[in-house]
C-alpha cells in the first residue's frame, strides 16, 4: 500500500494558529489538504466484533478502519487518548503522545492501518494500540505517524459530532461503549458542593468519580473527571442540565462492572453557569414548555414535546416542499397576510431571522387555525403560544408538526402563573395539620431534588392522617385554571393508592383549624404511580380546578393516610396553578 508523509510539516503553522482558540469553529487553513488514496476495509463495529475476545494481540492481517474523531484531549480531561466513530460505533485510540488535540481536531477524517498495531481491552474497554507488558497499552508517536493517516480538513459540521441523546437509565450498554452521546436531564450527586476533580497531592493528576442521576426518573452512572483538566478547579454543576461525553466500561470480574462516562471538555456541561452549550429548555411538558432555542436542537429525532414562544409570522404563498424557506423575506413578519395555514413563532416577540425560529402547522378545520391564524386573527401577532407536536423541520426550517389542532394541543397568551410552590429547602408557605399518628409532613431531598415528604412507615407502618395545606389562592378573576405536581409515590398497591395519597380543594378553610371544619371536595389526580420498586418522580398531570371554586379564594391540600399494616411514602415538588381571566 503507498505510504505518504500524511503530517504535513506546515501543519505545525496550524496548531499555533488554533492553539488558542475554540477548536470547535475555526476558519480553514490555505494549505494542501491531505488525502488518503485508499478505503477502509472493514468498519469499526466489524472491527470491534472480530477482536471482541481479546486481552491484547497483534494484528496481522491487512485491515484498514476509517472514522472520524469526535474526542480528543483538548481539555486535558482525556489523556493521550482520542476517539474515532463512524455510522457503527466508536472505538479509542490510544497514543503515547500529549496535545494530540493539534494533531487530531474534532471532525478530522483518519484511515488507521491496523496491521502490526495491538488491539485489546483494558478492564474490558477496547482500544487499538500496542503492547505494554501482558496487556494493551499505548502506541508510541512514532507508530502513530507510520498507521494514521489524515484525510481532507476537519469538518466541525460532521453529522457524527452530533451526540445521540440516549436516556441515562438504559445507556449502559455494549453497542453504546466507545460513542458520543448526550444524556439529558441528568444532576450531579453533591453538586455545588465541591469541585470537579482536585488536586489533594501538591503536583499530582487525579481523576476522580462523580455520580451523576437522572433528575426526573431512574438512572445513574459515574463520570470520569481529570484534575488535569481546565475545568477541574468548576464547582460541579448544581442544577439539572445535559451532559456530553464518551461512554466506556470498566470491568474487574464478571460481578464488578462499572459503565462510566468521560466529557471532553467544559463545552460538553450544558447546565447553567457553567458550559457554554447550556440552553434553558424547560421540560417539554404542558406546564413547563421547551424554548424555542431548545426545539430547534431536537429536529428530527422523532421527540414529542410542548414548546412556545412569540408568534411573529406567517410562512409566505410561495413556500413548498419544492420551494422551501432559504431566507427571511420567505416569511411575513407583518400583518395582514393572505395565509391561515401556519404561525411561525420565535422566543424574541421581534424576532425577524428564520433560522432562530420554528414553523407551526395548523391543521385545516381545527381550533388551533381557527383562533391561533393571523388571516383572521391579526391581533395575535407577537401573542404567546405554546403547542404540542412532533419536533420536526417543517418547509425547509424548524418545526412543530402539531396532530389534531384540538383546544388540549395549545395555549395561546400562555397561562399566567397564579401560585407556585417548588418546596426548595423547605414546606414554603403550606401549613401542615396532623389528625391521627405520630409522623408528619417534612422538607427532604435527594440527589439535589427537593420536595415535600410525608411517610408512615419508621420500622413498620402506622395509622396516619396527615395534610399538607396552601395558603389561599386568589381565583377572583379567573375562569379557568388547572394545576399540576410532580410526585412519587413508594411502598404501597396501585389499588388504593389514589385513596391514601389524595388532593383536595376547599373554599371555607380556615387556618389553624382541623380540616374536617371544613368542606373539602376531592381533586382527581390523573398520572399515579402504577409500580413501587423504586422512586420515580411523573407529572400529575393537568387538574382542572371545578367552576364552582373558580372567582373565589382557595386552598388546596395533599392528604396522606396509612394503616398500622400498610403505608406508603409520598413525595411531591414543584406545585403549580396557572388560569385565563
Known sequence: MKRFNHFLPALLLLSITFVACDQRVFEMPPLDKPVYPDTATMTIADF????????????????????????????GNMYKEMTIMDSTGGLKIAINQ?????????????????????????????????????????????????????????NPDDKLLTPEVIDISIVGAEANLGKLITLEDVIFLNGGKEVCASQTIYGSVQTENKILKSSKGSGSITVRLSSASD??????????????????IYKTSASSVT??????????????????????????IDRDPYTVEYALTQQNKERTAWVYGYIVGVVNGSINSTNPIDGNDDISWTTPVSLDNTVVIASDSLEDDWKKCLVVNLPGG????????????????????????????????????????????????????????PFSGSLGNFSTRNVLGTQVWVS?????????????????????????????????????????????????????????????????????????????????????QTAFSKYDFLSSGSINIPSEYLGKSVKIAFKYTSTNSTSSTWEVYNVLMTGTK
Open 48 to 75: 470491534k466484533t472480530q477482536f471482541a475476545a481479546a486481552t491484547a494481540v497483534e494484528i496481522t492481517d491487512s485491515i484498514t478502519i476509517s472514522g472520524i474523531v469526535v474526542a480528543n484531549d483538548i481539555s
Open 444 to 528: 427532604s431531598s435527594y440527589y439535589g431534588t427537593y420536595f415535600a415528604k410525608m411517610s408512615g412507615y419508621s420500622s413498620g407502618s402506622f395509622a396516619n392522617e396527615d395534610w399538607l395545606i396552601s395558603p389561599a389562592i386568589d381565583l377572583t378573576n379567573y375562569g379557568t385554571a388547572a394545576m399540576s405536581f410532580m410526585q412519587a409515590n413508594y411502598y404501597k398497591s396501585t389499588s388504593t393508592i389514589s385513596d391514601e395519597n389524595s388532593l383536595w380543594i376547599s373554599s371555607d378553610y380556615l387556618d389553624g383549624t382541623a380540616p374536617s371544619t371544613a368542606t373539602w371536595t376531592k381533586l382527581t389526580i390523573p398520572n399515579m
Open 98 to 154: 500529549g496535545d494530540l488535540y493539534t494533531e487530531f481536531r474534532l471532525g478530522q477524517r483518519v484511515f488507521i492501518e491496523c496491521k502490526g498495531l495491538w488491539v485489546g481491552k483494558y478492564g474490558d474497554y477496547m482500544q487499538l494500540g500496542s503492547a505494554f507488558e501482558s496487556s494493551i497499552g499505548q502506541m508510541t508517536w512514532e507508530t502513530a505517524k507510520a498507521h494514521i493517516f489524515l484525510n481532507g480538513w476537519p
Open 366 to 421: 381545527s381550533s388551533l387555525r381557527d383562533l391561533v391564524n393571523l388571516r383572521d386573527n391579526p391581533l395575535n401577532i407577537r401573542k404567546k403560544l405554546a403547542v404540542f407536536g412532533m419536533m420536526e423541520s417543517y418547509l425547509g426550517a424548524g418545526g412543530v408538526s402539531v396532530p389534531n389542532g384540538t383546544t388540549a394541543e395549545y395555549w395561546l397568551n400562555i397561562k399566567p402563573i397564579i401560585f407556585s410552590e
Open 231 to 248: 475545568f477541574a478547579n468548576k464547582i460541579l454543576p448544581a442544577n439539572n442540565g445535559n451532559l456530553t461525553g464518551i461512554l466506556t
Open 259 to 284: 459503565y462510566q462516562f468521560t466529557p471532553r471538555d467544559s463545552m460538553d456541561f450544558a447546565f447553567e453557569n457553567f458550559g457554554s452549550g447550556y440552553i434553558q429548555h424547560g421540560l417539554g
